[in-house]
């Protein structure tokens, strides 16, 4: 059961992170310093993506990387 919720929980935040990572490559794509701040600092890069990310399935990715991570650390720590 431990293998199976770690496993779970792995895929779950592998598919967060990289979704984080096509939001950051957009932000470095937009504008160099955007991309910096967005990796120095998490809380712009959520900005980013929320406000400034333009993509055919923005919400999608969006809503996969906040639920995404958020589920995958939140399982891997029970």
Not at 16 to 29: E, Q, Y
Request: charged share 15%; glycine share 12%.
């Amino acid at each position: 059961m431990d293998l199976i919720q770690g496993l779970v929980g792995l895929v779950f935040a592998l598919i967060g992170f990289v979704c984080w990572i096509i939001i950051l490559i957009d932000a470095f794509k937009d504008e160099i310093w955007k991309g910096i701040v967005g990796l120095l600092c998490g809380l712009y890069l959520l900005y980013y993506a929320l406000f400034e990310f333009e993509h055919d399935n923005k919400w999608l990715i969006v809503l996969l990387a906040i639920f995404g991570s958020g589920i995958g650390v939140g399982i891997t720590r029970l």
